[in-house]
């Protein structure tokens, strides 16, 4: 989000030459912060305020109470403990009763700038130990009646660092003031049209700018937060709508026959019949390659529902239309997979398919890039590394890229450049997404969702068990595997380079090498520090059932498909996240077996786990499960998503927004529908700022 600057706004001031920065500070809130100039405090918006009119009775607190402003007379303070336990009480006391504050870290510091006999606001999570509270690490401010700020006040989120250079909350909102004295209304221009600010009833751009700083009233405050969330999605979906826009007139190849490759596959050589969910799909991908425009479609569906054959009679639609065709995968181990699946379907009808990764080499390698380059080669598999490039296609017609989040759309965009007109694109994720998600996410492109199993599936069984049954869970592995099943332990590595997780990793493996120690039980393993060398080569022995153990870290989340495995077992399971769980759990249930699930903790699990483990127990649906994980851990670090920074907003919310979300996303269609280029003359605030978010962000690079 940025504002409009035109060359001299004030607005571009270093923070230093406000009133009251200087030097000193204005070098630590770059640093610290990232603020440098006025436009950037302008928008490091207070997370609350301190209200003076929500002030709770400390003889209210109860058990139920969580997050409370208290006010009155500090007594009492004092430190208890020494060294690292050290720490400092007070305690607060207004005319009703005591509570208790307490400080761990700063001590030294939070002990100077509080003083006994003192009137203070008090704010802070209330803890409950057995009918008694208190409040560690609260925020504090001195409660004078003749303080200038007026009713509600900022609370800025700050540093240690900050905090104990002097600047406070408190200075912090000084600042803020001398800020609203410089900048007027004049330099922050409206940028939404003025139509769509009466038909949403959004209030002016530096009406919810000041407020959300210093809102007078929490009407206001409410007016203010809604107008600048409204404005973050809208711009969001104006980028999407635009990308989307780019794609529906970009020419694609036109494929309007549907001929004998294809047909010869659907009569006489799909080994099942295909579910309704598949079909619909398909008759949505020829739709879309028929039209003359390039398709950009993602396809969504859960482990095992069967993406696989959709991507491959695309690609024979392709080659019917006289096109190549080429399917990506992330790792070497998921395109060899696809390779030996398609080859296995392609066998009897005497179509090539190769494989091109970066360990091919030699003259295989040259022989494959130059089937490529004379077209006599049609369906090539790999990874990234067909889009390296030397690899030059004749008339690559399709892309298939499976589990795209681990392709970067920059990666999509150079497959475009392998033709004259870009290839389709079919995008084909197992991690389900949720409407609001996608919507941000991939609103660029059409969504085709499979959302119907094959038939004859058996739902895995999910179970939770203690260490203590531990000897219990391995006797039935044991009778597993004596069946002839194969088993994955995993552990959670959540950082690779984590010393601790690895060390128990590694414990973990002698343990099962102990549990397992006959002969006819053979143990592999690959983690995220082993060479990729050896890890594709341990991963490869569980494929052909050479080891009929896996132990593993969360390296095989993605895609694997041994059909004759029938355990999970994840170790610490209270460490993992709701996707990666399920994701973990359809590497199991995917032959004709009864397949099963256990998740493994300590006997000591925190609330939030025992619920993620408890919706994992009571369903295995990827979209329940999709949602439920949105909901309790925000979008910020889901799908990778962190990195790519596309949900980075200030303010929104796509779990608890998806009301405004919807709105501005209509809004978006709108105004795209009248003015496509953003050329009439209410659209251009909207329009530079568009071109100053795009030049600071990603989007610049999606086209
Ligand atoms: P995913 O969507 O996870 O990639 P796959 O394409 O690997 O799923 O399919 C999972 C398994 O289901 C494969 O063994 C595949 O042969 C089988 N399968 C796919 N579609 C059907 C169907 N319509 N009927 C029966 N089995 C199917
Ligand atoms: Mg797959």
């Known amino acids: 989000m940025c504002g409009i600057n035109n060359g001299t706004s004030i607005l571009e001031s270093p923070i230093e030459f406000l009133k ?82 307490v400080w761990f870290q700063n001590i030294n510091w939070v002990k100077k700038s509080i003083t006994e006999g003192e009137r203070y606001i008090v704010f802070g999570k209330v803890a409950h130990y057995g009918g008694y509270y208190n409040i560690s690490h609260p925020e504090i401010e001195a409660w004078n009646s003749d303080t200038n700020i007026p009713g509600r006040q900022p609370v800025y989120s700050t540093t240690e660092k900050l905090r104990l250079r002097g600047i406070t909350n408190r200075s912090f909102a000084k600042i803020t003031q001398s800020l609203f004295e410089k900048v007027k209304p004049h330099d922050i221009p409206e940028i939404l049209p003025s139509a769509i600010l009466s038909q949403y009833q959004l209030c002016n751009r530096y009406s919810a700018i000041r407020w959300l700083h210093y809102p007078d009233t929490e009407h206001h405050e409410e007016m203010a937060r809604y107008r600048m969330k409204w404005e973050e999605l809208f711009i969001s979906q104006i980028l999407i709508g635009r990308l989307r826009l780019q794609h529906t007139i970009q020419r694609g190849w036109i494929f309007d026959k549907v001929g004998g490759a294809f047909n010869t596959f659907f009569n006489h050589h799909l080994p099942f019949q295909l579910t309704g969910a598949q079909k619909r799909v398909l008759k949505e991908i020829r739709q879309d390659t028929a039209t003359g425009r390039q398709m950009n479609r993602l396809l969504q569906g859960d482990v095992g529902s069967g993406k696989t054959i959709v991507a491959l009679m695309s690609m024979l639609l392709a080659l019917d239309n006289g096109f190549q065709a080429c399917i990506m995968a992330p790792t070497e181990i998921l395109a060899t997979q696809h390779f030996n699946s398609i080859s296995g379907l392609l066998e009897e009808m005497g179509i090539t398919i190769k494989l091109l990764t970066g360990n091919i080499k030699g003259k295989e390698r040259k022989a494959i890039l130059a089937g490529l380059a004379d077209g006599s080669l049609s369906f090539v598999a790999g990874t990234h590394a067909l889009i390296e490039d030397p690899v030059i296609f004749k008339n690559l017609g399709l892309a298939v890229i499976d589990e795209q989040h681990r392709f970067g759309v920059g990666q999509r965009a150079k497959l475009w450049k ?104 053979r143990t592999a393993m690959v983690h995220g520090r082993m060479e990729a060398e050896l890890k594709e080569r341990n991963m490869a022995r569980f494929v052909k059932g050479e080891a009929n153990i896996l132990v593993a870290t969360t390296v095989i989340e993605v895609g694997v498909n041994v059909p004759n495995a029938s355990v999970m077992l994840l ?35 925190g609330e939030e786990s025992v619920k993620r483990i408890n919706i994992m127990v009571s369903t295995t649906d990827g979209f329940k499960i999709a949602e439920e994980d949105l909901a309790m851990r925000g979008p910020g670090d889901m799908y990778g998503t962190k990195q790519s920074g596309v949900l980075k907003f200030k303010l929104a919310d796509i779990v608890h927004d998806s009301a405004i979300l919807e709105e501005t996303r209509h809004a978006a269609l709108a105004l795209l529908t009248a003015d496509p280029r953003l050329e009439l003359p209410q659209h251009q605030g909207l329009k530079t700022t568009l071109r100053n978010h795009a030049s600071q962000s990603h989007w610049a690079k999606i086209s």
Request: charged content about 30%.
């Open 571 to 605: 170790e610490s399971a209270e460490r993992f996240g709701l996707s990666q769980m399920h994701q973990l759990r359809g590497r199991v249930g995917r032959g004709a077996e009864q397949s099963y699930c256990i998740l493994m903790t300590g006997s000591k699990v």
């Open 418 to 521: 392998k033709n004259e007109l870009p290839p389709h694109v079919l995008v084909m994720t197992a991690t389900p997404i949720p409407r609001t998600l996608a919507m941000t996410l991939y609103g660029d492109l059409e969504v085709s969702v499979i959302d119907e199993l094959p038939p004859g599936r058996q739902e895995i069984k999910t179970v939770h068990r203690r260490d203590t049954a531990r000897a219990k869970v391995m006797e039935f592995m044991r009778h597993e595997i004596d069946k002839g099943r194969q088993a994955y332990i995993v552990y959670p590595l959540i950082e690779e380079s984590e010393k601790l997780d690895y060390e128990s990793l590694m414990q973990g493996y002698e343990q099962v090498k102990m549990w397992f120690s006959e002969d006819r039980y």
């Open 20 to 101: 009251g920065v200087g030097p000193m500070r204005g070098e630590l809130l770059r640093t610290e912060l990232g603020i440098a100039t006025f436009e950037d405090l302008l928008y490091h918006f207070p997370y609350r305020y301190f209200d003076r009119s929500q002030i709770t009775k400390i003889a209210a607190v109860n058990g139920l109470t969580e997050f409370a402003q208290f006010a009155g007379i500090l007594i009492n303070i004092g430190e208890e403990g020494d060294g690292r336990k050290k720490r400092l009480t007070a305690t607060l006391y207004d005319d009703t009763r005591r509570i208790e504050l």
